[in-house]
Nanobody, 124 residues
Framework: QMQLVESGGGLVQAGGSLRLSCSAS????????MGWFRQAPGKEREFVSA????????NYADSVKGRFTISRDNSKNTMYLQMNSLEPEDTAVYSC?????????????????WGQGTQVTVSS
């Protein structure tokens, strides 16, 4: 069983920045595609970003492209999400997830392991 723990959420003003972290244990971190998802109140969970096993390939939802940057450090079993130019619409619970799919995936159903989530609130 793989355990994922997110941290770094909080309250920030619009235009500000946050960096989320996702620490993994229990399985070999570098064997998994990693992703970030978010869920706002009253809305369905949505894909934010994913990163390949090596960290060399990434993809992003259109809504965050150019503002968010995903990265990973396999030596530390940790993934990050740098969020800049935050907007009130980014307010949500952000969760990290791990997938053993062949390539980058946006389908939450392809992710086998999930963290508990961290709250990000952006005030206007």
């Amino acid at each position: 069983q793989m355990q994922l723990v997110e941290s770094g959420g909080g309250l920030v003003q619009a235009g500000g920045s946050l960096r989320l972290s996702c620490s993994a244990s229990g399985h070999t971190f570098s064997l998994y595609i990693m992703g970030w998802f978010r869920q706002a109140p009253g809305k369905e969970r949505e894909f934010v970003s994913a990163i390949s096993r090596s960290g060399l390939s990434t993809n992003y939802a259109d809504s965050v492209k150019g503002r968010f940057t995903i990265s990973r450090d396999n030596s530390k079993n940790t993934m990050y999400l740098q969020m800049n130019s935050l907007e009130p619409e980014d307010t949500a619970v952000y969760s990290c997830a791990a997938s053993n799919s062949l390539g980058l995936v946006e389908d939450a159903g392809k992710y086998a392991y999930w963290g508990q989530g961290t709250q990000v609130t952006v005030s206007s």
